[in-house]
């Protein structure tokens, strides 16, 4: 897929959001080597409500929406530790799995703003 958008003429790509497909990460690599990649946080939001009582879901939730809404890096792992003091005991994995992909879930922290999010569901 990744070629085949290379070969109709996308060539500047700076950030690249999928979901945790196994091999994704080199797949982008060598087709756009100075892309940036992310982790879908749909995804990893999904996953983890999906993981957890219902009674907790929503105020999960919502400290979730305080990582992946952060404005900057310093801002989403402030937000991870906090997610990390209310729901560690509770959920491990869960936030154990929140700190292992947040370097791929943070990738947007570096790419500049824009006016609102854009989407492309490629099929």
């Excluded at 983890?48 to 907790?56: A, I, P, T």
């Excluded at 997610?83 to 992909?101: F, M």
């Amino acid at each position: 897929m990744l070629k085949e958008l290379w070969e109709r003429g996308l060539r500047r790509v700076l950030l690249l959001v999928t979901d945790g497909l196994p091999g994704i990460e080199e797949a982008i690599r060598r087709v756009y080597p100075m892309a940036g990649w992310q982790r879908c946080v749909v995804h990893m939001v999904r996953s983890s409500l999906g993981q957890v009582r219902s009674r907790d879901r929503a105020l999960l939730a919502q400290d979730l929406k305080g990582v992946y809404m952060a404005g900057s890096r310093q801002e989403a792992l402030g937000a991870l530790e906090r997610l990390r003091e209310a729901w560690g005991a509770r959920y491990p994995s869960l936030v154990a799995a929140w700190w292992e992909n947040s370097g791929p879930c943070f990738a947007f922290t570096i790419t500049p703003r824009c006016s609102g999010p854009i989407f492309a569901a490629l099929t």
